[in-house]
């Protein structure tokens, strides 16, 4: 089944309230997958400072009498400084370089670890369990930026597994989050790998994501590289697709996968269902619809 929530800040005001917002809205989701959940956050200032690559790790071994240790041998590895933080079970770094050299840094020193995410501006979390106690252990209330994106997942075609939740963050600063399924999806994993794109997981979604990626990587902006999702993915599905300046939803010919978008003068939200937006700032003044197939839905900062 699965719950997706995104927000989308047009008020500056309302920027130290982001992480408060979208973990009442993971929230209001749980219920729609209990087994596991993640988010992406852009612009928190603490996470992921301004100008600096930043690198989102999970499954590195590291706890807290090792983080120190962690972040010089990374930092002494790239040839710079470099800040490191434990959210939870996520080692998250950031350094004055570009996101790419950071994370082909760290995963010299930690090859075994699953980036969960890359980019200037950008944090990733994933965790397995119930998605209102992962926001109390990421400490997400606390958290500010301009846009975020969650997940509750009920796994379907893969392992309940840090790697299969989640959003699929696999290109610098994007990120995809999925509920539904790809009937075809294991044909174009195949097509994908034969034009040199590594997989992490046996998960549908991250086919999704790295397709995007492989899209956009070949200089499409998100539009279109979402109806070529449209007319190459069979099943069905809604997504939710971000990256370092847009926001953009999409479901497939059928959409039987529920969605609703409001806005407003002060943000753009999704959910999976209403009462994911019920608590949102002016959500009584604001404009709802539930969003046609095959169409594509984008907001640009």
């Known amino acids: ?15 130290p309230r982001l992480g408060e917002l979208l973990g009442q809205m993971l929230g209001e989701m749980q219920d729609r997958g209990a087994d596991s959940a993640g988010i992406a956050i852009y612009g928190d ?27 010089a041998a990374v930092g002494a590895a790239l040839g710079s400084e470099v800040a490191g933080r434990l959210v939870d079970d996520t080692l998250v770094l950031s350094a004055e370089v570009d996101s790419e050299i950071l994370l082909a840094t760290a995963i010299t020193v930690y090859p075994d670890a699953l980036v969960a995410g890359f980019g200037a501006d950008l944090t990733v979390l994933k965790g397995v369990g119930a998605p209102r106690d992962l926001v109390q252990a990421w400490g997400l209330s606390n958290a500010s930026g301009w846009q975020g994106v969650g997940h509750t997942r009920m796994a379907t075609e893969s392992a309940v ?68 999702v449209c007319a190459t993915f069979d099943g069905f599905y809604t997504l939710l697709v971000s990256n370092h300046d847009s926001f953009a939803v999409v479901r497939d010919a059928i959409a039987c996968k529920p969605a609703v978008i409001a806005e407003t003068d002060d943000w753009v939200a999704m959910a999976s269902e209403y009462r994911a937006l019920a608590h949102l700032p002016g959500v009584a003044d604001a404009r709802i619809w539930e969003p046609e197939p095959e169409v594509v839905y984008a907001w640009t900062r």
Request: charged share 20%.
């Open 1 to 15: 089944m699965c719950g997706i929530v995104g927000l989308h800040l047009r008020n500056p005001e309302l920027h």
């Open 45 to 71: 200032p603490t996470w992921s400072p301004a100008g600096q690559g930043c690198v989102s790790l999970l499954e590195t071994g590291v706890g807290a009498a090792e983080l120190d240790a962690a972040t």
């Open 161 to 228: 597994t840090p790697s299969g939740a989640h959003p699929f963050a696999v290109g610098p600063e994007q990120c995809l989050v999925h509920n539904g399924s790809f009937s075809n999806h294991a044909t174009i994993r195949r097509e994908l790998r034969a034009v040199g794109v590594e997989f992490d997981s046996e998960n549908d979604t991250e086919v999704g994501a790295r397709f995007v990626a492989h899209q956009l990587a070949q200089g499409k902006d998100v539009e279109t590289a979402l109806k070529e």
